[in-house]
């Protein structure tokens, strides 16, 4: 498991443009495929501590998903349990948010 409390927005930024399994809880098979479009951080930088920074991912519009904790897997990161956001979305698609402080 990815310990969170160590990634900044220079883990993700390689990863952009690339898959993340999503299930619902770690170690169940995935529900969706979403995929990571921006690493961003944030214009805030504290005296002390990482750059809070945000991720942006685009996944199907079925299932939509609500505001909760999803166990993420990326073939180079690992898994991770992340706390992730619906941000906008059409019949098409939807985008997600995750912020790390």
């Known amino acids: ?3 969170l409390d160590q990634v900044t ?3 993700f930024q390689p ?7 999503l299930a619902m809880q770690e170690g169940q098979p995935p529900i969706a495929m979403l995929t990571l479009q921006g690493a961003t951080p944030s214009k805030y ?3 002390s501590g990482r750059v809070p920074f945000s991720l942006f991912f685009d ?3 079925q299932p939509a998903l609500g505001q909760d904790v999803y166990c993420l897997s ?4 690992g898994d991770m349990t992340i ?3 619906p941000v906008s979305g059409d019949s098409q698609s939807r985008r997600y948010q995750a912020v790390f402080s």
């Open 45 to 47: 930088k504290p005296d």
């Open 74 to 77: 990326h073939d180079s990161l």
């Open 83 to 85: 706390f992730i956001v």
């Open 15 to 21: 990863h952009v443009g690339s898959e993340f399994r």
């Open 1 to 3: 498991m990815t310990a």
């Open 9 to 11: 927005v220079e883990t």
């Open 59 to 61: 996944g199907p519009a």
